[in-house]
């Protein structure tokens, strides 16, 4: 546990520099731009259109019972704008993440090798086109299960406890290649990742918990969430944007010093070797 909570107090201290801080301001930009287009001209027939399945199907009254059973019925008259909601908040957390991995994660990688491990040695065993694949395999996998989850937003601490091992399985996946993707090589990496595999899983726990809290304040407060939407909207990719951040600098923290602790071993063994 030592070495996790070593690198969670080094990306916290990080985290509050200015540097960082400002980091997450171009990630936040470019989703609010996105988003904002995207609501601004697609929203209200996405509305329309959900709309007019519900009624041509009977989906009002299926839902409003489902809804009574779970002691939601409240929901009825909100149910269209909640389902979209639902709808669109995976698809904001996907871009948010890949916002932050094409422009804040080099940051990240620059600022802790320069800050604690300036003399690591680069041997580049992933690449852009590998952190993609990685990225887009583990959202094929994300983004269902997370919809698939959304009714124990009912309960909260169940849905903590979901959202926090969904989100402990991505980041570990995804921030674990991305930390490691310039310096280690790709047998370092595998070797790594499969050593402290429990250690990194831990780490996206811990985040994925943060990063169900977003969900969770829209899910809690549904109603408010509806008419409120594009307020609501900005400030859970901004929330999302700052999370991801802090993950990438946890994650980065640990994974450079367990390349660094794993180099050092095999250079003491050559040694010993040599010597005998």
């Known amino acids: 546990m030592r070495p996790v909570l070593t690198a969670y107090g080094r990306a916290l201290m990080s985290q509050l520099t200015g540097k960082m801080l400002l980091l997450s301001v171009i990630p936040f930009?470019?989703?609010?731009?996105?988003?904002?287009?995207?609501?601004?001209?697609?929203?209200?027939?996405?509305?329309?259109?959900?709309?007019?399945?519900?009624?041509?199907?009977?989906?009002?009254?299926?839902?409003?019972?489902?809804?009574s059973t779970f002691g939601l019925g409240f929901l009825k008259t909100v149910i269209v704008p909640l389902v979209?909601?639902?709808?669109?908040?995976?698809?904001?957390?996907?871009?948010?993440?890949?916002?932050?991995?094409?422009?804040?994660?080099?940051?990240?990688?620059?600022?802790?090798?320069?800050?604690?491990?300036?003399?690591?040695?680069k041997k580049q065993g992933g690449s852009f086109i590998g952190s993609l694949m990685v990225n887009l395999s583990g959202f094929l996998v994300f983004v269902p299960l997370w919809l698939f989850s959304l009714p124990l937003y009912a309960i909260a601490p169940i849905a903590i406890i979901a959202q926090a091992a969904l989100w402990g399985w991505l980041t570990q996946r995804v921030m674990s290649y991305d930390a490691l993707?310039?310096?280690?090589?790709?047998?370092?990496?595998?070797?790594?990742?499969?050593?402290?595999?429990?250690?990194?899983?831990?780490?996206?726990?811990?985040?994925?918990?943060?990063?169900?809290?977003?969900?969770?304040?829209?899910?809690?407060?549904?109603?408010?969430?509806?008419?409120?939407?594009?307020f609501l909207a900005a400030l859970s990719i901004w929330l999302y944007v700052v999370i991801f951040i802090f993950t990438g600098l946890w994650f980065q923290y640990y994974c450079m010093q367990a390349l660094a602790d794993l180099r050092g071993a095999r250079a003491r063994s050559e040694v010993v070797q040599t010597v005998s």
């Open 29 to 67: 930009l470019l989703s609010l731009l996105l988003w904002g287009a995207l609501l601004w001209t697609g929203l209200q027939p996405m509305l329309d259109t959900m709309h007019a399945l519900f009624a041509d199907y009977g989906l009002f009254s299926t839902s409003g019972s489902v809804l």
């Open 84 to 121: 979209a909601l639902l709808t669109l908040l995976p698809l904001m957390v996907v871009s948010s993440l890949l916002f932050m991995g094409v422009v804040a994660m080099p940051a990240i990688v620059r600022h802790v090798s320069q800050r604690q491990f300036a003399q690591l040695e």
């Open 181 to 230: 993707s310039e310096h280690a090589s790709e047998e370092e990496r595998t070797t790594i990742i499969k050593a402290h595999k429990r250690q990194l899983m831990l780490i996206g726990i811990f985040s994925g918990a943060a990063g169900a809290l977003p969900g969770i304040v829209w899910i809690g407060g549904t109603i408010v969430a509806v008419f409120l939407f594009p």
